[in-house]
């Protein structure tokens, strides 16, 4: 509220109140209304040195981790781009459907090594049921099957969290990540909300909770929208899309992604992370399927060194096929760079899959998968006499294939030293 506006609602009250109380009410009045004006004008000013402080973080992480050099030949390139032809190069829409070779390139998410959790939904659950891998705090959630995948269908609202044994006691632990994907419809209003604790379960922690828009998330004075998707209209004008969402948490410090791009980061987070809830707006049909939380692990480097190979479980690809999936860039990346800066290590890429399906097909798939991992190994830069491929199906185990999270680990891509 401005300055000038207090005289007015000043002058509307004096003649809705009796005259014996008017000077001691308009006091009043005036007192709150001025004292009002001061905490906004406080308020804004925290939030404005807050996003200043973020900023200034972000362009320092960026500076460490090499990439303050990538924008400046990303400005540098920019001219030449602009002259290029491309289909209505003049009227590129921000907000695309992501091309998983170009858009997702420099993702740096890198999943836990570890998954301790994780629901797709299977095919195995029966439409219209709830959700078995979860519990309910309110509202309501069914299976429901949209463009041939299972996912989990909020109505009313719906506040759920992870049906775990011992789930009233801390299940995350110091390094962590959590993923999963929430669909936006084409009319709104839409948000999701992400809770560091079960609501239903454990006692509440402090450093808030993760808001999540079809343009960006917002956590505590973080509030930053995906580049591009700035001017758009998160209750409506919007193409109703899947959102991709991933959490890191390290020791304390916190980052949250949309897609292939960081948008909060949080160096100190308030509190101890201690499970997960996870809630929608309070409108039908809201979606979310591919939730998994993995325990972080050791560096990939320090691995090759003690191990004489990288297990990476965060390369995903399309079901029964060696696609590689856009997510998948953030650990392709990390294995490129060490890549580059090791020119002497050398991997054989190997693929493994769970036991579901004929072990003939998943010993064919696994190779694909290898080769196909390894192609864009080369297509980035690295030569073709450093790397080799190879898959052995279901044959090599590292966990039980008899739960979701086992089956999960044995997907894997193994990338073994020679």
């Not at 006499?385 to 294939?401: A, F």
């Amino acid at each position: 509220m401005n300055n000038y506006l207090i005289p007015v609602f000043i002058t509307f009250f004096a003649f809705a109140i009796p005259q014996k109380t008017e000077a001691q009410f308009l006091n009043r009045l005036q007192r709150h209304v001025e004292n009002k004006v001061e905490r906004e004008v406080e308020r804004r000013a925290e939030r404005r040195a807050d996003k200043a402080i973020d900023d200034n973080l972000d362009k320092v992480e960026d500076a460490i981790d090499g990439k303050s050099n990538e924008k400046e030949d990303s400005k540098s390139n920019s001219s030449s781009d602009k002259n290029k032809k491309t289909p209505n190069n003049n009227e590129v829409d921000a907000d695309a459907p992501h091309q998983p070779n170009v858009v997702w390139s420099k993702f740096d998410f890198v999943p836990g090594d570890t998954v301790i959790f994780e629901d797709i939904p299977s095919t195995d659950e029966e439409n219209g049921e709830f959700p078995s891998r979860w519990d309910l705090i309110s509202g309501n959630a069914e299976i429901a099957n949209v463009d041939g995948d299972n996912v989990i269908m909020f109505l009313q609202g719906g506040n759920i969290v992870p049906y775990l044994k011992n789930s009233n006691k801390d299940y995350l632990p110091e390094i962590f990540t959590i993923e999963f994907d929430v669909y936006f419809k084409a009319e709104g209003p839409y948000r999701y909300w992400l809770y560091f604790y079960d609501k239903k379960n454990q006692k509440r922690i402090n450093g808030g909770y993760l808001e999540i828009y079809v343009n960006g998330l917002e956590m505590g004075s973080s509030n930053q929208r995906y580049p591009g998707r700035e001017k758009m209209n998160w209750n409506t004008n919007h193409e109703g899309r899947w959102r991709h969402i991933s959490v890191a948490f390290t020791k304390g410090k916190l980052k949250a992604y949309m897609d292939d791009t960081r948008l909060i980061n949080i160096p100190h987070f308030e509190g101890n992370p201690t499970g997960i809830t996870i809630k929608a707006e309070n409108n039908p049909e809201k979606y979310l399927k591919n939730i998994r939380i993995a325990k972080g692990g050791v560096k990939y480097y320090d691995r090759v060194l003690s191990e004489g190979k990288i297990i990476v479980n965060g390369i995903r690809f399309d079901i029964n096929k060696a696609t590689l999936k856009a997510e998948s860039m953030g650990p392709i990346n990390k294995i490129y760079q060490l890549m580059q800066k090791q020119p002497d290590l050398n991997f054989s890429v190997e693929g493994h899959t769970d036991s579901d399906g004929n072990d003939a097909n998943n010993l064919k798939l696994s190779k694909a998968r290898g080769k196909s991992v390894m192609e864009k190994l080369i297509s980035m830069g690295i030569s073709k006499d450093r790397l080799k491929y190879n898959g052995y199906g279901e044959s090599k185990p590292i966990d039980n294939n008899s739960t979701p999270e086992g089956k999960a680990n044995n997907r894997r891509v193994e990338f073994v030293k020679f």
